[in-house]
């Protein structure tokens, strides 16, 4: 009889160790991958070798299903899908937002909320519910289940989102125990997979995979550094005339000013930022990017794209997929932020 992995949902095998699904014992309800996930965290095995979208998103949109659409709070831009209703045409979508615990803690919930209805109003995205969750004291779980409750009408639930949105996170918490496996690093559930949950099905998904995100672009030993673990600290600084900032080797982030302005960091407390004339910044990353500049993006600074913007508005973000945000404000001329070639970078009205 054909057995399922209960952390990642992939049929389990027992014969080939270099494949995934292997375990050495018949009776094991996990696969030796979710095994050592789980409890050593081994990274090696993590990142998947590419889920099958176009077969994951016709089966699923042909479900009759409330869609339960998990989006990463400090990565929210990279987290949506273009035309996301598009691709869920006969389905109502519920949009939980997590990780919301990463977020400065100064920052109030009604403004937050406000801000995530704004962006989803902006991409034009339409959804029946919005519930923001994390962890800690941001726990949500009575919400989420009130959510799920008032707009499945009788239907199953799928667990949908980009790769390490949180979407096995937020099962096992209303479920109250760790039945699938979660880790630090996307592409960790590999087959859409059904859990019996009250009288209706929850189904985990396999996340898509974040074409966009600069995390594609870093070895994997870096990734503990850059995905941030602990509540972003911002870094602010103030400046009065052309500077270039760095963040790590991973981004640069240039600022044409007339006279003050002001420069906030949104980014993992273990990235190194350092700060020049701007003048000097071509030199700088010709040179160091990768030793005083780390960690390193695998393309060099001249493959790097430059993103110019100039202010909206009083105060404006501008987001880069996978690294967080930085905020500008004040007499501001010019920005240009590079990044990878493919890294979603776009300024947006300011979170905070
Ligand atoms: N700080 C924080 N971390 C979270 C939260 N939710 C999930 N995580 C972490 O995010 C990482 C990814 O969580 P998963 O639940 O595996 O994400 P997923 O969407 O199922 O990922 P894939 O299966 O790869 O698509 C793990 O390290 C989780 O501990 C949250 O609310 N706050
Ligand atoms: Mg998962």
């Not at 239907?155 to 979407?167: F, L, P, S, T």
């Not at 240039?254 to 420069?263: I, M, R, Y």
């Not at 030199?283 to 430059?306: D, Y």
């Amino acid at each position: 009889m054909e057995k399922y992995c209960k952390g990642c949902g992939t049929l389990m095998q027992f014969e080939h160790p270099d494949q995934l699904g292997y375990s050495p014992k018949k009776e094991a309800d996990y696969c030796q991958r979710c095994f050592r996930l789980t409890h050593y965290g081994d990274q090696s095995l993590s990142r998947v070798q590419g889920i099958d979208e176009e077969k994951l998103m016709k089966q699923v949109g042909s479900m009759d299903a409330l869609i339960v659409w998990v989006a990463d709070c400090f990565d929210f831009e990279a987290s949506l899908l273009n035309q996301l209703n598009r691709h869920f045409f006969h389905q109502d979508v519920l949009i939980v937002a997590t990780k919301r615990d990463l977020l400065p803690e100064t920052l109030a919930q009604d403004k937050f909320e406000r801000f995530l209805k704004m962006r989803l109003k902006e991409e034009g995205i339409k959804y029946v519910g919005l519930v923001t969750t994390g962890l800690g004291k941001y726990e949500q779980d009575e919400e989420i289940l009130k959510a799920i409750r008032t707009y499945r009408k009788g239907r199953d639930v799928i667990m949908m989102g980009k790769a390490n949105a949180g979407k096995s996170t937020v099962i096992n918490s209303l479920f109250k125990q760790s039945i699938l496996t979660v880790s630090r690093y996307p592409g960790t559930t590999l087959e859409l997979h059904a859990l019996d949950f009250e009288d209706f099905k929850i189904y985990d998904a396999p996340g898509l995979r974040n074409e966009s995100s600069l995390l594609l672009e870093v070895d994997e030993t870096d990734l503990k550094h850059i995905v941030p673990q602990k509540p972003v600290r911002p870094s602010v600084y103030q400046i009065y005339e052309d500077q270039s900032f760095a963040i790590g080797g991973l981004c640069r982030v240039d600022v044409e000013c007339d006279s003050n302005a002001s420069v906030v960091f949104y980014c993992s407390s273990e990235l190194n930022l350092h700060r020049g004339a701007l003048q000097k910044a071509d030199a700088l990353w010709e040179r160091h990017q990768g030793k005083l500049l780390s960690p390193s993006l695998h393309c060099s600074f001249q493959n790097m794209k430059k993103n110019t913007f100039s202010m909206k508005g009083k105060k404006m973000d501008i987001a880069v997929a996978g690294l967080g945000w930085i905020c500008f404000s004040g007499n501001i001329k010019k920005i240009s932020v590079w990044g990878p070639q493919k890294t979603q970078i776009v300024s947006r009205k300011a979170m905070i």
